[in-house]
């Protein structure tokens, strides 16, 4: 095993077998991380989302993508531009990855991308003596997702980051207000379908109880790029809350629950979970 995986590895008292693949899931995405880096993605890009707090703010659940936004809308933006680099990157750590584009079925602003690598493989790379990695079917695929967005509201503020591990590098990211102000949105208006997706919320009380305030501008921009709120009209932190308030009423808390729990190793705080405590959590937002 690369010296530097082995280091990063020490960090994590992984148990079981998912426990494992969520390790090594996570150190490969910081491989991808410092290989964009090197390939000069942060000159143009972002990185916002789970991933993103749980790395640089220390959020305490697995996060499966990683998501990025240009700093300014770009059509003509191609992500495949970085693959040659991002995947000698990788190769230099030892990993046997393949990355394709996903071609868009429909019209969207959204670039998607997967590094995939046998699971199989890459477990007996990074758990070689442990007799877990035998119960692990030999065509099952470990996979990376990013996305970029290509037509970003406006608003966003930034700040740079940097890593030791796997080796230096620079990242430039959202902002504390500016990642509090995404996931607010996506509280409102993201489309659960048939499953709430519990990791906003639990993303959410994350937010609060680390007094993030959010991004105001950004917040309405993302809005109004969503159609429930004119551009012409102004926005405040109250017409936030009673958006919070109506989304949080209409909440099927248990499958939230039962959403977020494989991403976490304490699930006690789940109990606490209604549109009550939600909503008087939300008084204090900022």
Request: hydrophobic share 40%; glycine share 4%.
């Amino acid at each position: 095993m690369n010296n530097m995986i082995s280091e990063m590895l020490n960090k994590y008292d992984a148990g079981g077998l998912t426990d494992k693949k969520n390790a090594v899931k996570e150190i490969m995405q910081e491989i991808v991380l410092c290989g964009l880096s090197r390939a000069g993605f942060f000159k143009k890009a972002a990185f916002y989302g789970g991933t993103a707090l749980r790395i640089f703010y220390g959020l305490d659940r697995f996060s499966e993508d990683l998501d990025f936004s240009l700093i300014k809308t770009d059509e003509t933006f191609e992500l495949s531009d970085y693959f040659p680099v991002l995947k000698s990157e990788v190769a230099s750590y030892g990993l046997n990855v393949e990355i394709t584009e996903k071609q868009k079925t429909k019209e969207s602003a959204i670039r998607s991308a997967f590094l995939k690598g046998n699971t199989k493989e890459h477990m007996l790379m990074f758990y070689a003596s442990d007799p877990i990695t035998s119960s692990i079917a030999g065509d099952e695929k470990i996979k990376i997702k990013f996305e970029v967005d290509t037509n970003p509201p406006i608003g966003a503020t930034f700040e740079h980051k940097y890593r030791l591990l796997p080796s230096p590098y620079e990242v430039k990211l959202y902002d504390m207000p500016s990642l509090f102000a995404g996931k607010a949105h996506a509280v409102i208006c993201r489309s659960w379908k048939n499953r709430v997706k519990g990791r906003d919320l639990y993303d959410y009380v994350f937010y609060l109880s680390h007094g993030a305030t959010i991004n105001k501008e950004h917040l309405k921009a993302r809005l109004v790029q969503s159609d429930v709120w004119k551009s012409e009209n102004i926005f405040t932190i109250e017409d936030a809350k009673q958006m919070l308030f109506s989304r949080f009423d209409s909440i099927d808390y248990a499958q939230a629950k039962d959403d977020v729990r494989p991403f976490i190793k304490d699930t006690t705080s789940l109990d606490l979970w209604s549109a009550d405590f939600f909503k008087q959590i939300t008084i204090a937002l900022k």
